[in-house]
């Protein structure tokens, strides 16, 4: 508006260029929420965690099925026993429900440290990175086992839809009588990135001021220093991966929201390994500016490099510019220098 | 004797080079190699050719080249599906652009396209390693696979965006193409496996697979006392591009047929050929083979059960079956990370010592 009261308006081109930012920002917003949990589990046990989208994929459909009360395994009760179930129910208020996952998600994290982790200690990290995918695997198939394979969608409640007063103050911006409707801004998105900004100023405030925090912090510098002063590794890794999961869950929820949750929200978790790489494996606030920076980068691209080369840029312009940036700086944005030794 | 040598034994470096130095396994490979050449080709069927025995080829041949840059020269790469997608569209190119060169030759230009790109995408691999260059491979993958959904040029402008093998014949005898005979599309694509596990196995252990190994292992020590790295990096990018091309090339001509890049050449086919390769064993030619019979024969074998056995739905047991999978995979990586390979190494340790062991 102040804009405006300068007499002319901006040029309909640079607005639809700040839309086409702030969608950016919007979907980096998300694409971090994945990443988070990613450097999360690095940080603390030096595992690169493929299955972390398919927990989110996991998490999005034990809230959807709890939700709307269906019986987990029907399909394969019925096709053993040729029985004919399908709900018991009505189904959990949400608040419960998103209680309950978080009680499965901690529950996943426990047998996951329990079963696999536990017998891997010492395992090169490749051999640990193939025991995540091995997991995915295992989770991808177990999700659709338990509750279906079919697009469900997911509603908790936050408002979504387009942003008409957001519309309204834009176009004003434009100069008068120009062919210009106002920028679209989806509310959903809007409350994803509000809701990712406060989980990581809890992430962050939990790591600093609490005990558990500071262990965490530890065993993420140094395995052995943190052994030797009595901090269970263990129990860390537990604690590690349920947070993992908590944020696998926020993320499911949101991109549940956005696009109904079903198979593809696993492959998020491809989306976010270049965010890793620009942000460096081992860094929070890299995570989220990679984040911002491959949404950002993702959305130009397609608006304005799309059409150069006929679309679908998105699939793989996020990885060349990760490629690009690793050979100037193979540690990433905010990752560790790598210093070796023989 | 069923089995020999418990000491060392060998007077020259011939000997101590063998890749089978017991005379019983020597006996068992040639016998092997002589059911596969000469007794499988009058009994198989279609059921067989296309489910079970060219797929198993096609799958070995990949994880062969998986094997050979993942394994003995330690770079994880999560592009094989791209790879693969390039040597079966040099394939449908050079098959279509000329129709008198042999199909021989054509599968070998396309594993030396691939070779090509493979050199190309790994060049970073000079700067980044580990995990930071399995997610440059990807870059490979989509980029790849895009390209050839997007470029009609590839798929020489067909309005399905599908490339489909013309007939081609070797001898007179089709190996492509619906008509092509099972025996024959079986022999053609286990006498190009044979072949390149021959070649492979030499490669491994001559100078440049020492050099490969050197890198693996520790990759600043093995510069100093004199490898470089860029022509070790180089090469095993480009030794196992090929053979991933050659995979790809067979895997679109000979045993589907017809493909669409994403359906067939996805991500998925990355992460299966690196579980052919773990599970059988980094480093291991044998390993390679039995990783791919092993995630091949598994789902034929888990499907056969289930749809045919328990009656259950077919969705229902896919599931299953990726659920199995995955828990089987978790499982080998806790009780053996070092693969079926390393099983059947220790078997030989304790058959060595048979039937006296101490």
């Known amino acids: ?342 | 004797m069923l089995y020999r040598e418990t000491g060392d034994f060998k007077s020259s470096y011939a000997t101590d080079q063998q890749t089978f130095p017991i005379r019983s396994e020597r006996y068992l490979f040639w016998g092997a190699m002589v059911i596969a050449f000469l007794v499988v080709p009058f009994f198989i069927n279609d059921y067989w050719e296309k489910s079970v025995l060219v797929p198993l080829l096609v799958w070995s041949m990949a994880a062969l080249g998986l094997n050979i840059l993942t394994g003995y020269c330690g770079q994880v790469s999560l592009g094989t599906g791209g790879f693969m997608a390039v040597g079966a569209y040099a394939c449908y190119k050079l098959m279509t652009a000329f129709p008198d060169l042999n199909i021989f030759f054509v599968v070998i230009l396309s594993g030396g396209v691939t070779a090509f790109v493979g050199m190309l995408f790994g060049l970073p691999s000079l700067r980044i390693k580990g995990f930071y260059l399995a997610v440059a491979t990807l870059a490979a993958q989509f980029f790849l696979v895009w390209l050839f959904n997007k470029v009609p040029w590839f798929y020489n402008y067909s309005a399905s965006g599908q490339i489909t093998a013309p007939e081609r014949t070797i001898f007179g005898i089709a190996v492509t193409g619906a008509s092509a005979p099972p025996w024959a599309t079986y022999l053609f694509c286990l006498t190009l496996v044979f072949l390149f596990a021959w070649m492979a196995r030499n490669l491994t252990r001559g100078t440049l697979g020492r050099s490969w190994m050197a890198i693996r292992d520790m990759d600043i020590a093995a510069e100093i006392i004199g490898v470089q790295p860029l022509k070790a990096k180089i090469s095993a990018f480009a030794v196992s591009s090929f053979y991933i091309g050659v995979a790809g090339a067979l895997y679109f001509s000979v045993w589907l047929g017809a493909v669409e890049p994403t359906e067939a050449f996805g991500i998925n086919v990355s992460f299966l050929v690196l579980f052919m390769v773990i599970i059988g064993g980094l480093g291991s030619i044998l390993g390679s083979f039995l990783g791919a019979a092993f995630l091949t024969l598994m789902p034929v074998l888990l499907k056969n059960v289930m749809v045919g056995g328990l009656g259950w739905p077919t969705d229902l047991a896919a599931h299953f079956e990726i659920m199995l999978v995955g828990g089987l995979i978790v499982f080998f990586l806790i009780v053996e990370p070092h693969g079926l390979a390393q099983l059947w190494r220790l078997v030989k340790e304790k058959l060595r010592l048979w039937p006296f062991p101490y």
């Not at chain 1, 640079?14 to 990443?35: D, H, K, P, Q, R």
């Not at chain 1, 309204?168 to 210009?180: K, L, S």
């Open chain 1, 1 to 342: 508006m102040v804009l405006q009261a300068r007499g002319h308006g901006v040029s309909p081109d640079f607005l639809n260029f700040i839309e086409t930012v702030l969608n950016g920002l919007m979907s980096g917003v998300m694409y971090s929420l994945v990443a988070l949990g990613f450097v999360l589990i690095f940080k603390a046990s030096g595992i690169f965690n493929f299955a972390q989208g398919v927990m989110a994929l996991f998490a999005a459909l034990t809230l959807v099925g709890l939700q709307t009360g269906q019986v987990p395994f029907a399909h394969l009760i019925n096709a053993i026993l040729g029985t004919d179930i399908h709900h018991w129910g009505p189904g959990l208020p949400t608040v419960l429900a998103i209680l309950v996952t978080m009680l499965v998600m901690i529950a996943l994290a426990f047998l996951i440290e329990k079963v696999v982790l536990k017998h891997l200690v010492n395992q090169e990290p490749i051999i640990l990175f193939m025991a995540t995918i091995g997991l995915a695997y295992f989770l991808e198939g177990m999700g659709d086992l338990m509750w279906g394979a079919d697009v469900k969608a997911l509603d908790v409640g936050l408002p979504s839809g387009g942003s008409f007063w957001w519309e309204d103050v834009t176009r004003a911006w434009a100069p008068e009588g120009a062919d210009y409707f106002g920028m679209y801004i989806d509310t959903l998105d809007v409350s994803a990135a509000i809701i990712a900004v406060v989980l990581v100023v809890a992430l962050t405030l939990f790591s600093q001021y609490t005990a558990t925090g500071r262990a965490l912090r530890a065993v993420a510098d140094d395995h052995q220093a943190a052994l030797s002063v009595g901090i269970s590794l263990r129990s860390i890794w537990v604690i590690v991966w349920s947070i993992a999961g908590f944020v696998a869950l926020v993320a499911g929820i949101m991109w549940g929201a956005k696009s109904g949750v079903q198979f593809s929200l696993s492959l998020i978790a491809l989306k976010a390994l270049p965010v890793l790489i620009l942000g460096g494996f081992t860094s929070i606030p890299g995570a989220i500016v990679g984040g911002l920076i491959i949404g950002v980068g993702e959305k130009l691209a397609e608006a304005y490099v799309g059409p150069i080369v006929g679309g679908a840029v998105e699939n793989w312009f996020a990885y060349m510019v990760a490629l690009a940036f690793l050979l100037f700086r193979p540690q990433g944005l905010y990752g560790e220098k790598i210093i070796e030794r023989i």
